[in-house]
T-cell receptor, first 113, second 113 residues
Framework: GESVGLHLPTLSVQEGDNSIINCAYS??????FIWYKQESGKGPQFIID?????DKRQGQRVTVLLNKTVKHLSLQIAATQPGDSAVYFC????????????FGQGTELSVKP | DAGVIQSPRHEVTEMGQEVTLRCKPI?????LFWYRQTMMRGLELLIY????????DSGMPEDRFSAKMPNASFSTLKIQPSEPRDSAVYFC???????????FGDGTRLSIL
């Protein structure tokens, strides 16, 4: 029979606007969180990470916020560009198991020029 | 610098055939991971190695799947016999230490007819 795939949440923004992508994680004991960007035909690419002893971390044009109370992560992208169009995944793990990741379902970001 | 290298990039074969996927991690990285991505289940960890030793293979779906890491610069994931439900994109990733994020290759897109 025909398989039914997941429909990713989609965020559509205008070029130059700020984007906010949200993620709920599952394990309150997780202490290391990572955001990845995946473009079509490519593997996930690291964007930014944050440990549980922080609630905010900034990179170049990106900011990650962590709210442990409600197990929520967000990724903010400033001045979104067409090259930011991709699927964004959050991942959770334990800091001493850095590669044993549990991924969220992903959000597709579409940037309109 | 060279990232994680996977081969082949695409593989199409008939069910029942043996499939071997290959991975060369980033030089100096001592943890290696195999992930699988499908529309239904997203990104899932299959197995991971630390210093060439399998640490956790709880994600390997069944005995048809096996993975080896004979040395620090090479790993294989084998499926024998293959089935149509094994069709997916298989990613290899490596990390330098247990407390760093993994770097992903661009994956092998596997289609089992």
């Amino acid at each position: 029979g025909e398989s039914v795939g997941l429909h990713l949440p989609t965020l559509s923004v205008q070029e130059g606007d700020n984007s906010i992508i949200n993620c709920a994680y599952s394990n309150s004991a997780s202490d290391y969180f990572i955001w990845y960007k995946q473009e079509s035909g490519k593997g996930p690419q690291f964007i930014i990470d944050i440990r549980s002893n922080m609630d905010k971390r900034q990179g170049q044009r990106v900011t990650v916020l962590l709210n442990k109370t409600v197990k929520h992560l967000s990724l903010q992208i400033a001045a979104t560009q067409p090259g930011d169009s991709a699927v964004y995944f959050c991942a959770e793990t334990f800091y001493n198991q850095g590669g044993k990741l549990i991924f969220g379902q992903g959000t597709e970001l579409s940037v309109k020029p | 610098d060279a990232g994680v290298i996977q081969s082949p990039r695409h593989e199409v074969t008939e069910m029942g055939q043996e499939v071997t996927l290959r991975c060369k991690p980033i030089s100096g990285h001592n943890s290696l991971f195999w992930y699988r991505q499908t529309m239904m289940r997203g990104l899932e960890l299959l197995i991971y190695f630390n210093n060439n030793v399998p640490i956790d293979d709880s994600g390997m779906p069944e005995d048809r799947f096996s993975a080896k890491m004979p040395n620090a610069s090479f790993s294989t994931l084998k499926i024998q016999p293959s089935e149509p439900r094994d069709s997916a994109v298989y990613f290899c990733a490596s990390s330098q230490t247990r407390d760093s994020y993994p770097h992903f290759g661009d994956g092998t897109r596997l289609s089992i007819l």
